[in-house]
Nanobody
């Protein structure tokens, strides 16, 4: 019964900023890696950034210096601050998490996605 819910998407002009948030809920023992992926029309889903349980991060080259991931371990939430947005950032953004439930094993969960549109 684990669920990930994203919020914060919208329409913004090039150069603007948006902040996405993702909340995990349900019966959770621990969350290992959390991250953000995105999928543009006609393209495959790609990793934007991930953050592990010990705080290490990996950013896609296209967003380094512009996007910042943060994680609240107590609240089981993760956010993505997106600055200096470009039209090529337009995509559906998905939250992802590797979660261990009580008496279970690590499984991968996805949010429903939130649309980010950057106009030029």
């Amino acid at each position: 019964q684990v669920q990930l819910v994203e919020s914060g998407g919208g329409l913004v002009q090039a150069g603007g900023s948006l902040r996405l948030s993702c909340a995990a809920s349900g019966s959770i023992l621990r969350i290992n890696t959390m991250g953000w992926y995105r999928q543009a029309p006609g393209k495959q889903r790609e990793l934007v950034v991930g953050i592990t349980s010990d705080g290490s991060t990996n950013y896609a080259d296209a967003v380094k210096g512009r996007f910042t991931i943060s994680r609240d371990y107590a609240k089981n939430t993760v956010s993505l601050q997106m600055n200096s947005l470009k039209p090529e950032d337009t995509a559906v953004y998905y939250c992802n998490a590797a979660i261990v439930r009580p008496f279970s094993y690590e499984r991968n969960y996805w949010g429903q996605g939130t649309q980010v549109t950057v106009s030029s």
